[in-house]
């Protein structure tokens, strides 16, 4: 397989960068301790040797050459971090591709058992479809995927624009895998964003203040003037009077530079990653693709402007730093000028701030998009567009089934047909079926590819009701729960909205004469409406239905059969109603009975 050698090319390649990079940071460790040896050496030998400056000279260049092997070393730690990121990331990428099953993140927090459809197509939560797709790193990009995956693009045009994009990114397997590489190192908490929109919306407190604009170049400047006369006159009552001042500025101002700082502080790392994600998208060429070309015109010049926040929230985490806490702010207002920074910043720019993390955002999630194309280069881009009629395909199958265990089959709505009734035995294939549909559909309107030889569908809402819970919290039975998803599904039909409904096995919690008649009425109801949808069962006599609305309901079928006392299923949908049942001799076979 292609994808499973490209994959293990590159952990072949990572590994041995990653034994490199290790390999020069124990050099620099053994550098660093060297020059640190250094440094007491000849700081000895100075003072023993009366201050003969040759020494002095040699504890300097040791110096710098201590500086230089720690800048070098924590370059090169952050080098192996995201080599650590890259070497886990293409781990993964082999394991699912080879079939050992998907260890990204499942998105069991965005679980919902009242959403139309996610909680029935298996799109969250283990072996999901969402564990498959995910590639995403922030926070704001894991909700961002949700979000696109529960709530789908419900226009053909945008459809096909985030189909370019995809296309466009998925043999880019460097920018992409890099992408998520720095995303997953942003290493984001839910307080950070948090903090971060509190004090965009906070108040100016500081750079309209003119009075104190004035005084915080005045005061430094009078205070140095005092120690200068000072020093020459041995006078240091101006040099007090001035510190006095500034020591009250200060506490004047305290409580609020202690309001925002608790805000802004610890966000360097944070917005400096978001800044190199902005950067990457900023700088590739995007050869004209406009779903691209829009992402990367907001993220132009964004990137050094959250690298500056980075900078005085770094610079306004030194104050907790006693030389700059005492001495900087006595003599220079230190938190004083760093508050005017930190407001400047926010003019300017609080209102582009949740626009750029959402280009981030989509980017991911277009980046996991690419990810799952590029995983599965036999699926493909469907079309996308027209009306409900001749929406379907060939050779369709579920996306998260392997693909040496998938049985594909043909299905298509043709002309005014409105409702599909497939009928089987127990075990024969019908929900998988049904939920292949669905999910497909679902994969169509994200603009990603599907699992299929040909597929055509337009941007719908589905709704779904298969696997229906009841809740003791909620005081509802299995009925009523069922009940109560159907009502909402004919509240949106009532609204005039197009949808696409799939229900499996409708009304299991009354008896079997109720069972037949309620559904019987339920699907004439639906051809009222704008949608078509598949409902399969175990009721036979629903395919009575299709003589007695012709052209509007059609019957399929999947079928089991016994060979030499074994019972076989062949997963192959065929028109026609089902005749063959296994319940019994299942019952039997297992010695239940």
Not at 346 to 370: C, Q, V, Y
Not at 390 to 402: A, D, F, Q, R, S
């Amino acid at each position: 397989m292609q994808t499973a050698t490209t994959y293990q090319q590159r952990i072949d390649e990572i590994t041995l960068q990653f034994r490199q990079t290790d390999a020069r940071l124990k050099q620099l460790s053994f550098i660093r301790l060297l020059a640190f040896v250094g440094i007491l050496y000849t700081g000895i030998q100075y003072f023993r040797q009366d201050f003969h400056w040759p020494w002095l000279l040699g504890a300097f260049v040791l110096v710098c050459g201590f500086i230089w092997s720690l800048a070098r070393y924590q370059k090169g730690k952050d080098h192996r971090a995201y080599l650590r990121e890259l070497l886990s990331l293409n781990e993964k990428e082999l394991k699912l591709v080879t079939g050992g099953g998907a260890d990204f993140e499942d998105g069991e927090a965005f679980i919902d058992d009242q959403h139309d459809f996610s909680g029935d197509l298996d799109v969250f939560g283990p072996s999901s479809l969402y564990q498959h797709i995910n590639r995403t790193g922030t926070l704001s990009g894991k909700t961002r995927l949700a979000n696109w995956l529960k709530s789908p693009l419900q226009s053909a045009e945008a459809v096909r624009e985030v189909q370019a994009a995809v296309q466009e990114l998925s043999p880019r397997i460097g920018f992409r895998q890099d992408f998520a590489a720095h995303a997953r190192l942003a290493n984001e908490s839910p307080r950070d964003m948090e903090e971060i929109r509190l004090w965009k919306s906070a108040p100016m407190e500081f750079v309209h203040r003119k009075g104190l604009r004035i005084a915080a170049y005045v005061m430094p400047a009078l205070v140095l003037g005092g120690i200068v006369y000072y020093g020459i006159t041995g006078v240091y009552i101006w040099m007090l009077l001035a510190l006095f001042v500034n020591w009250g500025i200060l506490g004047m101002n305290v409580k609020k530079v202690n309001a925002q700082h608790i805000l802004v502080s610890n966000k360097e790392k944070v917005l400096a990653k978001f800044a190199v994600l902005l950067r990457m998208i900023g700088a590739e060429n995007w050869k004209g693709v406009p779903w691209l070309e829009a992402r990367k015109r907001t993220a132009t010049d964004a990137d050094r402007s959250l690298h500056a926040l980075a900078r005085v929230s770094n610079a306004l985490d030194q104050r907790m730093n006693l030389l700059v806490g005492i001495v900087l702010n006595s003599v220079m207002l230190y938190d004083i000028h760093c508050m005017f920074r930190l407001e400047r910043w926010k003019e300017r720019h609080r209102g582009d701030m949740d626009e750029w993390l959402d280009a981030i955002a989509l980017m991911e999630t277009a980046n996991s998009l690419a990810t799952f194309t590029f995983n599965h280069p036999d699926y493909i881009f469907p079309e996308v567009g027209g009306g409900m009629s001749g929406t379907g395909g060939e050779g369709i199958g579920h996306p998260l089934i392997p693909e040496s265990e998938c049985v594909k089959n043909d299905w298509r709505i043709a002309g005014k047909e409105q409702c599909h009734i497939v009928t089987g035995s127990n075990m024969s294939g019908k929900s998988t079926f049904l939920r292949s549909v669905g999910v497909n559909w679902l994969l169509a309107m994200t603009g990603a590819p599907v699992c299929a030889v040909e597929f055509r569908c337009h941007p719908v809402r589905i709704m779904t009701s298969m696997r229906i819970r009841d809740s003791i919290a909620r005081h509802t039975s299995y009925f009523q729960a069922e009940l109560q998803r159907l009502q909402r599904i004919i509240d949106v039909l009532k609204s005039g909205e197009e949808v696409f409904i799939i229900l499996d096995e409708i009304l299991k919690g009354t008896n079997s004469e109720d069972k037949l008649t309620g559904s019987r009425e339920l699907v004439k109801h639906f051809l009222q409406f704008r949608c078509a949808g598949m409902i399969a069962t175990h009721d036979l006599e629903l395919g009575a239905l299709e003589a007695e609305c012709p052209g509007q309901v059609r019957n399929y079928c999947f079928e089991s059969s016994l060979d030499n006392g074994k019972l076989h299923f062949d997963y192959t949908m065929r028109p026609g109603i089902a005749r063959n049942k296994n319940a019994t001799f299942l019952m039997r076979q297992m010695g239940i009975i």
